[in-house]
Each structure stands twice: as C-alpha cells, then as structure tokens.
C-alpha cells in the first residue's frame, strides 16, 4: 500500500470524501423515513383554531370560522434529500445549533432544516413571517416595500389567510396602524413574537428529535 503512487492517493482521498457524504445523506433520508413514519395524518388535530382581536378593517371579537384540516402529503414531509450535498453541514456545525437558537437562525443551511422540521409539526408559517420580514427589513425601494407589506400582511396577518401566524392583541392592533404608512419596521415587534414563539416552543422540540440527532452522526 505504501508504493502506491500519490495520484492514487489523492483518488483513493476522494473517493473517501464521497462515501462520508454518501453517509451524512443516508443518515439524513433515515431521519427522514423515521420522522415520517411517526406522523400519523389520520389522527392530526384540526389546525388551532384562533381568535381574532383586531381584522384589517375593525375592531371585533369573534372566532375564525375557519377549520380545515391540513393532510400531509409525502411531498409535506421533512425530505432534506432535497437539499444538495455541498449544503448538508457538517458535524460540527450542527452541534454548535445546540448552543443557542440563534446559531441556527444565523445559518442559512439551519434555517432551511429547521423549516422543514417546521413543516413536519405543521408551523413553517413562522419561519416563512420571520423570512419575510428579513426581506422587507433590507428593502428600500419605498414601491416595493409597500408592496411587500401588503403581502406579508395579507399572507401571515389577515385572519383570512390559512397561514395567520400568532400574534397577541397589542402586536396587531400596532400593525394595522402601520398598515397606513408601512415601512421596514412595520412588522418589526411581530416578527420578535414570532422569533421568540419559535425559539422557546419549537427548538427545543427540534433538538430532542430523532431528526436532529441523526443529523449528528
């Protein structure tokens, strides 16, 4: 084995280098299968049917008549053999998402895992405000940022919309105020909400799951 020769070498190292990452993918698809096979969609709860203290228009109280159940499809499930192999983080990486939420948020590969893992407890609207709002924070055409206000709001706010993500009282009844003149602040305090929700419900769920220890290995 010492003969051989150093071209040899740097293929014998490559080919290395594949069957790790070949593994760290079968270890993902694994977590995959598993996650998947504990999810029972024929005993998945209505969605949370929420109150509505503040609509766009007026000030009421009543509960949305919405109550739609949300099925999964195999395609609905957590499926990271989605993303590309140069993205799975390493070992390392993923142990320093165990320190704080935020090391997770502050990666673009642990916010795109942690939004499937989203998906899989029927919540990725959170993510999918907080997104949105980082992209309306860094806007400055004074045109789209109108525009993306009203989307974001129409999307996530409106009690209409079957991806509301949860807001209290007082957050609501300051953006519909916004609402008039909206800027990149306009969400600025439910986006905190909503960070915070995520950190302190989901995370922790995220780091005792089968899903993230076989991320792991």
Request: aromatic share 8%; glycine share 2%; with cysteine.
């Amino acid at each position: 084995m010492k003969e051989v020769q150093v071209s040899g070498s740097i293929a014998s190292h490559c080919s290395i280098s594949g069957m790790e990452t070949e593994s760290r993918i079968q270890n993902v698809q694994e977590a995959t299968s598993q996650d998947q096979s504990t999810s029972s969609p024929e005993l998945t709860p209505n969605r949370r049917t929420q109150t509505c203290c503040f609509c766009w228009c007026c000030s009421c109280s009543r509960i949305s008549k919405r109550s739609e159940v949300f099925i999964p499809t195999t395609k609905d499930v957590i499926r990271l053999r989605d993303i590309k192999p140069d993205d799975i983080p390493s070992a390392e990486e993923v142990r320093q998402w165990h320190d704080s939420f935020d090391r997770v948020m502050q990666s673009c590969t642990g916010r795109q895992i942690f939004r499937e893992f989203l998906r899989s407890e029927y919540s990725e609207e959170n993510m999918l405000f907080w997104l949105a709002c980082e992209d309306l924070r860094n806007e400055v055409d004074k045109r789209l940022i109108e525009e993306k206000a009203r989307l974001i709001y129409d999307d996530y706010i409106s009690i209409l919309s079957p991806k509301e993500v949860s807001v209290d009282s007082r957050v609501r009844e300051l953006i519909n105020c916004n609402m008039a003149n909206p800027s990149t602040q306009t969400f600025d305090e439910a986006q905190l909400q909503i960070f915070t929700l995520m950190q302190r419900d989901s995370y922790p769920r995220f780091l005792n799951s089968q899903f993230y220890k076989r991320l792991l290995q």
